[in-house]
């Protein structure tokens, strides 16, 4: 009897062996010879389909079809630039190739369909965005340069290029579709603030829209500060303000007396009216749905727009998802800001972690305590804040501690953080709901609670929380019992990588492009041959050849498959961004 087996090889032992192979019976020297030293397929299949039947099943449509029904969509110019394979041909020795190189060849030729169709579609989305020539063209002004001239300290390399690029897109009747990333505390807010007045300036109100109450309150509360000695008014819209608040800020947005509008999604209820909204500011911009921030945008006349986010983007990201935005990136961070200690903790440490509060205690400091669940769960085994607050209380009688979580009602949460703010709070036990934004120069340690359960940019996000004052700050790791090889990768990566830029490469790496984006690109990133990790070569020519082409003939008029199968793979996702 002859066999024909494949499989992964297994070299861990003293002679190499098959892993779970897979073989069939050979019985003729011809079907042998048909079947050695080929490539084979592996499916998805199961019991009721095994491999076998299925590469036979696959085999016979692919033959049978390929050729009748695939139809070329790449003009015929990229085709034979780069020696592609055919559509059919590629589809053919994707199942079947007859050798590595015939294989590789169609799997470039189908990434390079997934990116060039993505860049083509992104550059129609863009078209249709700056399609718009009824924007307001906004300049700063005197309240922008009073700004600036009342800064304490000065504005790094990277700050100056923001603000010089928004303002150019600014000045321009087109609206402004930009995003503003940078690493957590490299100064946006300042950018943006920077932004709304010059747009003050011009006559018109700003909206900056934030995904929490507690973020929303800071904004707020720093630009009141800022606004108010130039004789201009800020107002909050959250949905925790009583009803005659609420009709206030509702009459100021309406009448233009109010000047900058923060909220979070309050801002685009139906009962909201601007008098001559120009500006929205989106922080947080990957927390907020397409709809969501149309909605928003819709309340002004082709209002300019610029999204913000502290979870740097990488650069394969940039030109592919994000590919219709413009990009500033801050990089610097403020002069005078610490890098922060990154340190792991067993378990059994505990005792060692308490004697570092009490150090931090005398020194008149705060210390957040982050936990993954608000409940205990038995089931995932993970620490809750619930209970990690009743243990510290019951361990640190002497400290003022409090706890914060989504379920808390926004009155409380406002006045939990205005009293740690404050400093009347020593130890803050919360949830990831203080992740985003929240500011507190006196916060010298955090202490993460099973932190291998936290991907690498909310990590990153809430070791930011620390080191916003003079004072060197810490980012305490602990380790859970049952850690796994994974959350020690991440813990690891924390500790030896203090840069938001690469450790979202990282990010990128472990989890994928389609975790690393969310469900809001669900249908953007799901391509089944690209990868945007190993395929950056192959996205640059997908990109430039869109360009190309769409430079000249930006309708595709010219093109009629190549248009019909754009909107055949992303019609669903192009449509909603198009309405932005």
């Excluded at 589809?91 to 390079?112: E, K, T, W």
């Excluded at 922080?283 to 945008?297: C, P």
């Excluded at 936290?454 to 019992?481: D, M, N, P, Y």
Aim: charged residues 20%; hydrophobic residues 40%; proline residues 4%.
């Amino acid at each position: 009897m002859t066999l024909a087996i494949c499989g992964a090889i297994d070299n861990n032992f003293l002679t190499p062996r098959f892993t779970h192979p897979e073989f069939e019976i050979l019985n003729e020297d011809s079907q042998a010879s048909s079947i050695i030293g080929k490539i084979f397929p592996v499916y998805h299949a199961n019991s009721d389909m095994p491999q076998k039947t299925l590469r036979k099943l696959i085999n016979s449509v692919v033959n049978k079809y390929a050729s009748k029904c695939l139809i070329e969509f790449l003009p015929e110019k990229i085709l034979s630039h780069y020696g592609m394979m055919t559509l059919s041909e590629a589809v053919r020795n994707i199942h079947m190739p007859s050798d590595s190189h015939d294989y590789i060849r169609a799997r470039n030729r189908l990434a390079f369909d997934e990116l060039f169709l993505l860049q083509s579609g992104i550059i129609m989305r863009r078209q249709k965005f700056s399609g718009h020539n009824n924007s307001q063209s906004l300049k700063p002004g005197a309240n922008y340069n009073k700004f600036l001239q009342n800064l304490t300290f000065k504005l790094t390399s990277s700050q100056e290029l923001a603000i010089n690029e928004i303002l150019d897109d600014l000045a321009k009747n087109t609206p402004m579709n930009r995003l503003l990333q940078g690493d957590v505390g490299s100064g946006k807010t300042l950018v943006a603030f920077a932004a709304m007045l010059a747009c003050v300036d011009s006559g018109y109100q700003a909206a900056l829209m934030a995904p929490t109450e507690i973020l929303a309150w800071q904004h707020y509360e720093k630009l009141r500060k800022t606004l108010e000695p130039l004789g201009l008014k800020a107002g909050l819209l959250i949905g925790s303000l009583k009803s005659s608040e609420r009709n206030q800020i509702l009459a100021g947005l309406a009448d233009g007396s109010i000047n900058i509008i923060v909220g979070t999604h309050s801002i685009f209820a139906e009962r909201v009216n601007f008098s001559n909204l120009a500006l929205v500011i989106v922080d947080e911009q990957h927390r907020f749905g397409v709809v969501q921030r149309n909605n928003l945008i819709s309340k002004g006349l082709s209002p300019h727009v610029l999204a913000m986010t502290a979870t740097p983007i990488p650069r394969t990201l940039i030109m592919s998802i994000y590919g219709d935005l413009e990009v500033s990136s801050l990089h610097e961070l403020p002069p005078g800001r610490k890098r922060i200690n990154t340190i792991s903790f067993a378990p059994v440490q505990y005792r060692k972690v308490l004697e570092l509060i009490h150090e931090a205690i005398s020194r008149n400091e705060q210390i957040y305590w982050v936990c993954p669940l608000i409940d205990e769960n038995d089931e995932k085994d993970l620490s809750a804040v619930t209970v990690i607050y009743e243990k510290l209380k019951n361990l640190l009688p002497d400290l003022n501690i409090a706890i914060l979580h989504g379920k808390l009602s926004p009155d409380i949460k406002s006045q939990v953080m205005q009293d740690f703010s404050d400093g009347r709070i020593n130890l803050l036990v919360a949830t990831v709901v203080i992740e985003v934004g929240v500011d507190v120069p006196n916060a010298t340690i955090i202490i993460i609670q099973d932190a291998g359960q936290f991907g690498l940019a909310q990590l990153h996000q809430l070791r930011g929380r620390v080191g916003r004052g003079k004072a060197q700050s810490t980012c305490i790791l602990l380790e859970g019992r049952n850690i796994t090889p994974e959350g020690k990768a991440r813990i690891t990566a924390m500790i030896n990588i203090s840069d938001g830029f690469k450790l979202s490469e990282q990010d990128l790496l472990q989890r994928g492009p389609g975790e690393f984006c969310g469900t809001r690109q669900h249908g953007v990133t799901d391509f089944h041959a690209a990868d945007l990790i190993r395929d950056e070569k192959i996205l640059l020519l997908a990109r430039d050849e869109a360009r190309n082409l769409m430079r000249q003939d930006i309708n595709l008029d010219s093109e009629p498959a190549l248009k019909h199968e754009i909107f055949r793979r992303l019609g669903r996702v192009l449509e909603l961004a198009i309405t932005s």
